[in-house]
């Protein structure tokens, strides 16, 4: 059984930083592409950024130069640096591993 467990999120000023964590376990973690998506309220989720496991990035548009995805395969682990953040980025951040999905972290950012 594959569980992922997210960290970091909070509430935070425009301009500001926050680092997300995903913790995965009970899963070959270095084998697979892992990502965050996000929910706004009345939204649909959406792709933040996914890494493969050769590092290979991906980023939406919205985040792209503010955001960036890590891993480290040695701690079962994915990233999410997000700086600057604006209030458009609110939401509830997840974490993906393939067909198996975190439960999510709120992050606000506040104008």
């Known amino acids: 059984q594959v569980r992922l467990v997210e960290s970091g999120g909070g509430l935070v000023q425009a301009g500001g930083s926050l680092r997300l964590s995903c913790a995965a376990s009970?899963?070959?973690?270095?084998?697979?592409?892992s990502g965050w998506y996000r929910q706004a309220p009345g939204k649909q989720r959406e792709l933040v950024a996914t890494?493969?496991?050769?590092?290979?990035?991906v980023y939406a548009d919205s985040v792209k130069g503010r955001f960036t995805i890590s891993r480290d395969d040695a701690a079962n682990t994915v990233y999410l640096q997000m700086n600057p953040l604006k209030p458009e980025d609110t939401a509830v951040y997840y974490c993906?591993?393939?067909?198996?999905w975190g439960q999510g972290t709120l992050v606000t950012v506040l104008s």
């Open positions: 890494i493969t496991s050769s590092r290979t990035t």
């Open positions: 009970g899963a070959v973690f270095k084998l697979a592409t």
């Open positions: 993906n591993l393939g067909r198996f």
